[in-house]
């Protein structure tokens, strides 16, 4: 994303803002940040005539005319090129605009002197993760846990998953509260006129507590009251402001300031009644405030933006580290610049001790739970892979359920399954299921899979984030008898699962990779199937054409079964057909009828079989399931191959894929053969990941044969693919 990029830059003037750029801003900030609050030009042009005095920096990418990156540095290095975010304490979100990709080394030669680090600060990951920015070297530091809560469905069904904890707390709060002879009562202030007086009481009631007693609360006559007052305002002019305030009689017992943009609602500011504190008003005035979020915003969500501890955690559904995030230019630099620091009191240091990964993983409050069966797990891990099901079968419980009683059942003793839970205040975020053995490199951890399993993924909730994962990749490391490797694999590259397990596998400390491991043919279905055969080959209708006029002369029928009686029978068929085929024995006998089986009680299973003179002559698997129709196995009798009666069972398991299960995609699953090219027009690629323990020697042996693995796959030419026997 580097080509024709040039990178401006130029020192704001606090007094005007962004200036005539704010407009770029906010395009930006709608396009990369969904239109983030506290991106808006509005708050940053607040935070600039505000707390600018210092000098503020202003660097821009531009490509073709077109502004496609913008952020906001400190004027003056911390020494030795080290350049960072200008980043005042109102804004817990660094003003940094850049899309994912995009490459920063014209920053580094544009920045004054020579730029050697680039710090970027308050990361929030979820809008935009800059440690995965191609530079040379990156480096990260958690900065504070940041939680959110998701406003989907009814606020009685967020309450009710709440930990049983919290929701007695509140129910003593609340009772208390009810029993003082004067009502409480909940104002809401929205309207413009109204606001500045709003501002001005939270102000009052902040002033009163223990930040006025240290000199940093927010007062109507200093900077930070001022720049509350702009912003409140001029979002509240737009509909996008909030004040909601806690009241008993006369007394203010808390405020708490928020925005709301595209969905979104930030918590700017609380403050409450020291006063009052047995009644916890902070906590009552959360409750009331998310009970009106749930009415006013369904859908949407409220993001915090605090370093939130475990009482508060326990109001979320999801949280999530914000990062301050270090760009190198050299990818010595980290080291040395780490030894400056520890050499040194003053130099480079950021002064706060940097959260670890164990600190990390116990914030969280997550716990996992290990299960050594499908049968053993609780009905909400299975309700959660039964929604990841929906993707694909691969990941729902039953296909796991066959594959450890066919397969891992009868490996050596020393292959160990888990089925491995997150979960946190009582909800299941995560099912990963794995398998220990011995391999190459000695005890290896591995995806639940082998090559009968053409795609694998770990179920997760929705809005889960890399540090979500930490505990459980902690976890996976920590009790795996110092595995060596840790590999996962197929996965497809291109999902959020394979992103997020990359990159909490690397956050628990292991060095990972990703690795090519097959090709993928499939058809996106856009016609029905005489469409769909008329853009075949001329030479694969004629082929179908004439010889299944040839195949029935001869008294040969086609059937597709689905289950009922003609189960077993067409379980027969396959496994007769398939013995009589070039293929080798199935080391998994019991496998293909136990998911035969599993399909037909599903109703997924499409079975079709060629018969002549009552023998099967071939015999195809297919799974046809939520939309997709997957072809999992196909085979000819070799004694009847001038039949091509494979190929006539594909062209009527296809006819039927799309004429009557009327499915959006067809895929053959895996592998590069050429003849599925014939059926398929389009390819993609199944990947893996492996991860190895750099604190175990064979972990270290699992590294140095990677990188020798991928020079040598850079350098060497690829192969032509190999020819393969195609459904005759």
Known sequence: MNAGLQWYLQTLDPAQGLGPLRADWDRLNTRLMAGHGMLDGAFVDAMLRHFGTGGVLLARAVRDGETVAMLLLNRQTRGLGVWSSYLPAQTQIGPTLIPAGLDLRGLFAALPGYASELDLLCNDPRFGDLRELPVRAVGSLPHALTMSVALKGAFDDYWAQRPRKLIQNMRRYLRRLQSEPTPERLDIVGDPAAMPAAVARYAALESRGWKGREGTAVASDNPQGRFYAEVMGDFAARGEALVYELWLGEDLLASRMLLIRAGMVVMLKTSFDENFERFAPGRVLLLRTLEDLFTRLPGGVVEFYTNAEPDLLAWSTSQRWINHVSLYRHSGLPALYGLLRRGTRGLLRRGKRPVDADTMAHRSGASIEAYAGVGELPA?????????????????????????????????????????????????????????????????????????????????????????????????????????????????????????????????????????????????VRQDWAGYLKERSSKMRNTIKRMGKRFAQEGGTLEIVQGGERLEAGIAAFQSVYANSWKNAEPYPDFVPGLARLCARRGWLRLGIAWLDGVPTAAQLWITAHGRANIVKVAYDERFKALTSGTLVTALLMEYALDTDRVTEVDYLIGDDPYKATWMSERRERFGLVAYDPLTLRGLIGLARQAVGETWRRLRPKPAPRPDNPPA
């Open 380 to 524: 909400d891990a299975v309700a959660l892979m039964s929604r990841a099901e929906q993707q694909r079968v691969e990941f729902g419980a039953d296909w796991y359920a066959n594959l450890v009683e066919t397969v891992y059942a009868h490996e050596p003793a020393g292959a160990s399954v888990r089925f491995l839970v997150l979960r946190r205040q009582g909800r299941v975020l995560a099912v990963l299921p794995v398998v220990t053995q011995r391999s190459g490199l000695g005890r290896e951890v591995s995806a639940l899979s082998n090559f009968y399993t053409a795609i694998y993924a770990p179920a997760l909730e929705d809005d889960l984030d890399a540090d979500d994962l930490l505990p459980l990749t902690r976890a996976l490391r920590r009790d795996s008898g110092r595995a060596a490797a840790y590999r996962f694999a197929p996965m497809d590259p291109q999902s959020r699962e394979f992103a997020l397990l990359k990159r909490a596998l690397a956050l628990a400390g292991l060095s990972t990779h990703a690795y090519f491991a097959f090709g993928n043919w499939f058809e996106p």
